[in-house]
């Protein structure tokens, strides 16, 4: 069975990390980090556009900035043929 996540990394997802600070509701002056990570297709990023969607209609806390990076995972020069495998004991 493939996993899923490799799936999607062969089908051109790659490893999102965002870091969020936003504004805590009763305390405006002070920020909070949130980090989310997912796979998505850079550079649009439709699942962390829904994401941050959701949290400004969802959470309280407003968005103060979104930091993204963004890594494919599974690229040609990862993958090489092995011709023999040796065992030492």
């Not at 979104?66 to 092995?82: C, M, Q, T």
């Amino acid at each position: 069975m493939i996993d899923s996540d490799f799936e999607r990394q062969l089908s051109g997802y790659g490893l999102t990390t965002a870091r969020i600070l936003y504004r805590l509701p009763d305390h405006p002056t002070i920020l909070q980090t949130y980090v989310w990570q997912e796979y998505d297709i850079a550079p649009s990023f439709p699942v962390l556009n829904r994401f941050i969607e959701f949290w400004k209609r969802e959470i309280e806390g407003p968005l103060h900035s979104v930091e993204v990076a963004y890594r494919e995972l599974v690229g040609a020069s990862e993958w090489r043929r092995v011709d023999g495998m040796m065992q030492l004991h």
